[in-house]
C-alpha cells in the first residue's frame, strides 16, 4: 500500500495512477477516455442476455445504434487484455497520456488501470466522484453535500474504490437537464474537494444547450473558479457560435470528446452531431475569440465497437488522422500544442 499524500504533496505536480510526475513529463493528452467501464444502463446489468457478438456484419449497425434490440456487450469495456493492446496502440499513433474518467456508476476498475499504464507506459489520470442520477446507487440520495465530499477529497489523496490507486482529477461529475438535487449535491462536493486538494473538474453537462452554461454560472454563484472546470461533450450539446463563445467567456474549459463519431445520427437526443470538420471549424472559432488556451480535445470512447479490436477508429484517431486534418486546415504546430500538451498541463497540475 502507498502512503496517503498532502495537498503540498501534489501541489505543482500530476498525479497518474502510477504516482505523482512532472507536469513537463506528461506529453500529448487525451482529455476524456474510458479505458475499462461498464456504462450500461442500471436496470439492464443483470440481464445475461448481452445480444450478438460484435462482427464486421453488425459493428455499424451497432454503432448506429438501430435495428439490434440487446446489445449489452456493446456498452463493456471490461476486457483487460483488449484494453492493454489499445492503449499500446494509441502509443505507437503519438499519444502519451489519457484521463479516464470512468466515476461511481460506471464501474470503475482502479486496479486494472494501474495494471495497464505499467503495462503499457502511457499515463493514465484516473477521475472519480460520481456519473448522472439514474446511475448512481440509491443510498446516494440521502448523502449530503459534505459526506460526498470527504469521500472524493480521499479518493485522490488516500486512494479510490476500495485501492491505493489515487485520482488525479474529479469527474466526470454528472449532470442532467433538468439538474436533479442529488447531481447539484455531487457538484457542490466536487467544489470543496477542489478547493481541498487543488484539482480539477471534469464536468458532464445534459442534453440541452444551456445546460454548460448553467454549470458555469452555478459555479461563480458559489464563488469556484470556473477557470479549473471542464466541460464535456460540446460536440453533442452546443452548435451555434453564440452560446460556445459565451461559455467560453465564462472562464471554463470547452471539451470536444466526441471525435472520430463522424454520423450525424445521435441514438440519444434528436440532435445532428457533428463530424470532425466541423468540430475543427468550431475549435477554430474559440481560436479566433482568443480562446486556444480554453480547448481540449478527445473521443470519449465508451463503447466496445468504437475500439479498433472491434471494428472502430481507437484512441490513436485523434493523432493518426485529426493532427494532419488539422495541418491541412491552417493550425499551427503551436496551436495543436496547445491543445494536446499545455491546456491538458494546467489543468491536470494541483494547484
Excluded at 68 to 81: S, W
Excluded at 243 to 265: K, P, W
Excluded at 267 to 295: E, Y
Amino acid at each position: 500500500m502507498t502512503r496517503p499524500v498532502t495537498r503540498e504533496d501534489l501541489r505543482g505536480k500530476i498525479q497518474t495512477v502510477l504516482g505523482t510526475i512532472a507536469p513537463e513529463t506528461l506529453g500529448r493528452t487525451l482529455m476524456h477516455e474510458h479505458v475499462l467501464c461498464d456504462i450500461r444502463p442500471p436496470g439492464t446489468r443483470s440481464d445475461n442476455d448481452l445480444g450478438p457478438e460484435i462482427t464486421l456484419e453488425n459493428v455499424w449497425q451497432l454503432n448506429y445504434g438501430r435495428g439490434i434490440k440487446r446489445a449489452g456487450r456493446k456498452y463493456m469495456l471490461d476486457l483487460e487484455n483488449i484494453a492493454l493492446r489499445e492503449v499500446e496502440m494509441m502509443k505507437n499513433d503519438g499519444g502519451d497520456a489519457m484521463v479516464e474518467l470512468t466515476c461511481g456508476g460506471l464501474s470503475p476498475d482502479p486496479a486494472g488501470l494501474r495494471r495497464i499504464s505499467e503495462g503499457t507506459g502511457v499515463h493514465l489520470i484516473m477521475g472519480c466522484g460520481y456519473y448522472v442520477n439514474d446511475y448512481q446507487d440509491p443510498k446516494n440520495h440521502g448523502r449530503t453535500v459534505e459526506d460526498f465530499a470527504k469521500e472524493m477529497t480521499g479518493q485522490i489523496l488516500t486512494g479510490a474504490w476500495g485501492t491505493d490507486v489515487r485520482a488525479g482529477m474529479i469527474g466526470e461529475i454528472g449532470c442532467q437537464s433538468p439538474w436533479t438535487d442529488l447531481e447539484k449535491r455531487v457538484m457542490r462536493a466536487a467544489f470543496i474537494t477542489a478547493a481541498e486538494t487543488g484539482s480539477a473538474i471534469n464536468v458532464h453537462p445534459g442534453r440541452d444547450p444551456d445546460q454548460p452554461q448553467e454549470v458555469a454560472n452555478f459555479a461563480r454563484t458559489v464563488g469556484h473558479p470556473t477557470e479549473r472546470i471542464v466541460i464535456s461533450h460540446i460536440d453533442r450539446t452546443i452548435f451555434d457560435e453564440t452560446r460556445l463563445l459565451r461559455l467560453a467567456d465564462s472562464g471554463v474549459t470547452i471539451e470536444f470528446d466526441l471525435f472520430g463519431q463522424e454520423s450525424s445520427y445521435y441514438g440519444l437526443s434528436d440532435i445532428d452531431m457533428p463530424n470532425d470538420a466541423t468540430r475543427l471549424q468550431l475549435i477554430r472559432a474559440l481560436i479566433g475569440h482568443g480562446h486556444l488556451d480554453r480547448v481540449v480535445i478527445s473521443h470519449d470512447i465508451c463503447y466496445r465497437t468504437r475500439l479498433a479490436s472491434f471494428g472502430g477508429h481507437g484512441y490513436g484517431h485523434i493523432f493518426r488522422n485529426v493532427v494532419p486534418m488539422m495541418k491541412k486546415r491552417g493550425y499551427s504546430q503551436e496551436e495543436i500544442d496547445a491543445i494536446l500538451v499545455r491546456n491538458p498541463r494546467r489543468l491536470l497540475t494541483f494547484v
